[in-house]
């Protein structure tokens, strides 16, 4: 076993993982069991309290127990000794395995004992969901979180070590700042982390969810409600939020007719068109008197009977 001085994040958790179990893309075959280290009762395998992941998948977890019962579990569950109690194991790594064969009633799975400290078991959970199961951004920012406050690293040790910018586990981290009901929002995939990002900075941000899950809104009209919103910054911007002007995704033929006539004039057209109706506007927008000169020539070059 390699020596501990030289484990953790100092050494990247992709090193740690390769030490431990093998690549999600390869195949694993029956010989795997016979290297694990043994069998042992299910009852005195237990989940680690630290696992960042909260939820499973049940469609997945089913489709997994199913294969389970038919050919039972190819790759063994990486365990320590529990501590406080060296005859029960913690599971490192393959918690979905350990729950699956429960469900399918096996009375021993195949194990594969190796001695890690909190700070590898944690930091194996965390990069084994990033990079096999993708966890939910409430989960990750808490993985990520739980390695900074019990174990004293860094954003920047941790974007290196993961192989993220230091923008996105910041950015993560932020997201843990949103009320329980809006992160709930978050795991059940109702918003996006880009609409929870946008609430971040607003006074209102349960109010707000609700409106965006209503309306469908983009993560664009998202950042938009959240300013309008943030215009009233006194006691009544909460009695505000129900006239808020609705925001709508242009259609694909005005974006389109955008396009051709910004090109056309080299300066930027917005078309707005009232759904449900004929009528609308365009907006023409210049930088430069030089540019309102060549549209006023532009536009009083053709007569009114259409000869120029």
Known sequence: MADKKSRGLGRGL???????APKAEEPVSSADVSRSDRYVPIELVFPNPDQPR??????????????????GIFQPLIVRQRPGNQQQFEIVAGERRWRAAQRAKLHQVPVIVREFTDTEVLEIAIIENIQRSDLNPVEEAAGYRQLMDRFGHTQEKLAEAMGKSRS??????????LPD??????????????????LITSDHPS???????????????????????????????????????????????SKALEGDLSAALGMRVSV????????????????????????????SATNLDGSK
């Open 54 to 71: 909260r939820t499973f998948d049940e469609e997945k977890l089913d489709e997994l127990t199913e294969s389970i019962k038919s050919k």
């Open 14 to 20: 992709s090193a740690l993982m390769a030490d431990v």
């Open 181 to 198: 009901d809006v992160q709930g929002y978050l795991v059940s995939g109702q918003l996006s982390a880009g609409h929870a990002r946008a």
């Open 272 to 299: 707005d068109h009232k759904m449900g109706t004929e009528a609308g506007s365009i907006t023409i927008s210049y930088k430069t008197l030089d540019q309102l000169d060549d549209l006023c020539a532009l536009l």
């Open 207 to 253: 109010e707000l969810a609700k409106k965006i899950i209503a309306g469908g809104l983009s993560v664009r009209e998202t950042e938009r409600l959240v300013k309008q919103a943030a215009q009233g910054n006194d006691d009544r911007a909460g009695a505000q939020l129900g006239k808020l002007k609705p925001v709508i995704d242009k259609d694909s033929d």
């Open 168 to 177: 996105h586990i910041a950015n993560l981290l932020r997201l843990l700042n």
